[in-house]
């Protein structure tokens, strides 16, 4: 091993909070900010475009799988990705991750075990559907997979929230509004169903609501206009038919534009508080919050969770209303990551404006470092057909050159008959356009619209812009970080490197908090004060599994806090050719 360059800063930490706050005022539907590029990044494109051959797809069985998982645990590499990096290569290794909702259509072990080697890197139980031991069921049987045979899934639950629907009367069936019907949009509570009768599930849904208003039931599916009030009813004719769907969500329009109500409902239900309660017990990794408004209830939750779990669980907000994104940056700000919940987000804002959107939270979430999971409707037509529309394949591509984190199925996995598909479907989407956009380096187009050092702590944020430059140009094979609390491997991956990024961590919750990360591989080892023991033992672990040869090139970087030397941080950037 020969270090061939080593950029080592040693120093005590500086703190100026730049904040991206105000700068980033007016992204979502405003005007468009052009900043200065601060690092021109280019790559030795030569070297890359020869290690980028594409890979043949080819998933291992289970039993094939099972015979790495000794020899991958004493590494800290879950099996999945041990065997990828064997069969592809560095540059083979898919960047973006997946997460898939697990509902009835997957929830047995070995579907669960199917899912976990087609790639899912995180599962998502929607907590609006199905019983607490169902979920617990679930989550239980994915914990065995990890423990027993080396996967590295990570949980998430994904809270009911408070929001004005239609009540689910537990019939999966849908009813048909024909133009010009009448139909009664009441609280009152009946069993069964009622003919052009629609029952809300909270008592104040009419509030402010004025005859000529619209309701709009999920986003479109039908429209109908406001007739009279009724005491709290509403008596409405239907203007556009569609398909009423159980549990659907209602919203309302006064002259094309939403009529912003606040309903004064917690962010975080009585319910919501019970299922978190459960997921710490159950030790999950994730909460996603429903309907998040802004940023009180996100610092609540981590609060709450930081008094009552030792284990850090990481909270997402889902963004899926207009109130969230007229607070999207303190929202951002206060989550360990984003949701863009487009189901919902398409219920309140206009579909064409959903793909700006998205690019535009997707920006702010790299800018301030968060991970972002673009969900919903990626492949819906899979839920009931075996292949992807082209036009559903192009959106998971436009995500995936947008840099997202991840992709997420929903209905396409929990109820679908083609899951499995749908989720090689996100698999190959994404390593082909991972691998155009690596040959156009695009990346470049990532730092034009940089903002510079924007965040806290800027040596860490320096050291890790430094480090993907270097990397990048120098086509080293991989990165190796050693991170605590996983927020080197963020920054790294927040620039979008060519090479897979290794984030070595002795923490469990932050491997599989990194689960989530675009671009990292994190591995479970022990880590000692000597950085150079510690670079040494992985890099000889690595090349003993042949997963590494000569003249292969790493670069290293670490912030280890020696806990002997008090308060030094010693944070260095190494490149290293094995010998
Ligand atoms: N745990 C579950 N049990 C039963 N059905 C589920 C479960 N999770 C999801 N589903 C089904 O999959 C569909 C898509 O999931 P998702 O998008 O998460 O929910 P929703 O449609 O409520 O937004 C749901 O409408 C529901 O029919
Ligand atoms: C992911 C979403 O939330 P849920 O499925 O819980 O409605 C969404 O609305 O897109
Ligand atoms: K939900
Ligand atoms: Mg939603």
Known sequence: MAVVGDLALMGTKITTPNKL???????????????????SFSHNKSRTAIKAVMQIEKIQSSSELKGSLKEGSLLGFD?????????????????????????????????????????????RL???????????????????????????????????GNQIQVVDHGSSSSVK????????????????????????????????????????????????????????????????????????????????????????????????????????????????????????????????????????????????????LHRLEEIVEASDGIMIARGDLGVEIPLEQIPSVQEDITYVCRQLNKPVIVASQLLESMVEYPTPTRAEVADVSEVVRQYA??????????????????????????????QS??????????????LGVSLPDQIAEQICNCAVEMADNLGVDAIFVYTRHGKMASLLSRNRPNPPIFAFTNDNSTRMALNLQWGVTPLLTDLSDDMEGNVKKTVELIKAKGMMKKDDAILVVSDIIPISTARAIFQSIQVMTIT
């Open 79 to 123: 099996v999945v990705s041990e065997r990828e990096l064997k069969e592809k290569g560095f540059l083979g290794l898919r960047k973006t991750k997946l997460v898939c909702t697990i509902g009835p259509a997957c929830c047995s072990l070995d579907e669960l075990e199917k899912l976990a080697i087609a790639g899912m890197n995180v599962a």
């Open 405 to 434: 984190d991840a992709l997420m199925l929903s209905g396409e996995s929990a109820i679908g008959s083609y899951g499995m598909k749908a989720l090689s479907v996100l698999r190959t989407t994404s390593t082909r356009m991972e």
């Open 437 to 450: 956009c690596r040959e156009e380096s695009r990346q470049t187009l990532l730092h034009q619209r940089k």
């Open 21 to 39: 706050i105000g700068k980033l005022e007016k992204r979502v539907f405003g005007v468009p900010i052009s900043f200065s590029p601060k690092f």
């Open 126 to 160: 929607n907590m609006c559907h199905n019983s607490r031991e169902w979920h617990q069921d679930v989550i239980r049987k994915i914990q065995k997979l990890n423990e027993e045979k080396g996967y590295s899934v990570s949980i998430m639950i994904d809270t009911e």
């Open 177 to 324: 509004a024909e133009e010009d019907s009448i139909w009664y949009f009441t609280t009152e509570k009946f069993e069964g169903s009622r003919p052009f009768t629609i029952q809300a599930n909270y008592e104040g849904f009419s509030e402010g609501v004025n005859p000529g208003d619209e309701i709009v039931i999920d986003g479109g599916m039908a429209t109908f206009e406001v007739i009279e009030r009724v005491g709290n009813d509403l008596r409405c004719k239907c203007t556009d038919p569609g398909l009423l769907l159980p549990r659907a969500k209602l919203s309302f329009w006064r002259d094309g534009k939403l009529l912003g109500r606040d309903y004064d409902l917690p962010t975080l239900s009585t319910k919501d508080w019970s299922d978190i309660v459960f997921g710490i017990s159950e030790d999950i990794d994730f909460i996603a919050v429903s309907f998040v408004k802004d940023a009180d209830a996100i610092k609540h939750l981590k609060d709450y969770l930081a008094s009552k779990s030792s284990k850090a669980i990481k909270v997402l907000a889902k963004i899926e209303s207009l109130e969230s």
